[in-house]
Each structure stands twice: as structure tokens, then as C-alpha cells.
Nanobody, 118 residues
Framework: VQLQASGGGLVRAGGSLRLSCAAS????????MGWFRQAPGKQRDVVAL???????TYADSVKGRFTISIDNAKNTVYLQMNSLKPEDTGVYYC?????????????WGQGTQVTVSS
């Protein structure tokens, strides 16, 4: 299984970006997919998660600004980020917990940089 993330970049405060992450390989079912963020010198923290049934969870800091969605047919998760703030800057990592024939497991994408200038 591979996770391919895309969509990061440089944006001014108040702007928007959309991240995508596609899972490929032998996947029986998506349990959860989501995004984590790691700012320089800080630990990796959850930003948003979504189940295959589209139940969502958000970090308090992004509620009302970010929207996570999933396309089960494409094994792809999206993160629409609006009203971006400088504190949203960091490397965004896609994560998935996937059910395969051999059982469930956790997978990470390569990370995509998001930089928000003030």
C-alpha cells in the first residue's frame, strides 16, 4: 500500500489550499484516513480524521475552517483548508488505517509542506 499526498504550497494568511491523498494497492476497506501536522520543533499532531462511513473528527484549532472528505471509490481523502493562519504552517502527513485481506494496518504518506505567510 502507498499513500500519495499532494496539494501543499505557500499561501498568504486568509487564503485556501486543498490537500489530496490517494491510497493505492490491495485495499479491502478504508477504516480511517486523515491528516496530521508537524510544525518545526514540535510533535506530529492530528488535524482531521474521517472514517470510511464519513464520520469526522477535527482538532479544535481547525474547526470551522478545515473540511475533510473522502471518496471511497478512489481511496482518496481531501482536506479543504480555508482561512489559513500562520500557525497552520507545517508538514502535513496523510495517514490511513486500512483493512486488507491479511488484516488492518497503519500507513503514512510522504508529507507535503504547507506554509502560511502573515
Amino acid at each position: 500500500v502507498q499513500l500519495q499526498a499532494s496539494g501543499g504550497g505557500l499561501v498568504r494568511a486568509g487564503g485556501s489550499l486543498r490537500l489530496s491523498c490517494a491510497a493505492s494497492g490491495s485495499i479491502f476497506r478504508i477504516n480511517t484516513m486523515g491528516w496530521f501536522r508537524q510544525a518545526p520543533g514540535k510533535q506530529r499532531d492530528v488535524v482531521a480524521l474521517i472514517t470510511g462511513g464519513s464520520s469526522t473528527t477535527y482538532a479544535d484549532s481547525v474547526k470551522g475552517r478545515f473540511t475533510i472528505s473522502i471518496d471511497n471509490a478512489k481511496n482518496t481523502v481531501y482536506l479543504q483548508m480555508n482561512s489559513l493562519k500562520p500557525e497552520d504552517t507545517g508538514v502535513y502527513y496523510c495517514h490511513a488505517n486500512l483493512r486488507r485481506v491479511t488484516g488492518s494496518g497503519d500507513y503514512w504518506g510522504q508529507g507535503t509542506q504547507v506554509t502560511v505567510s502573515s
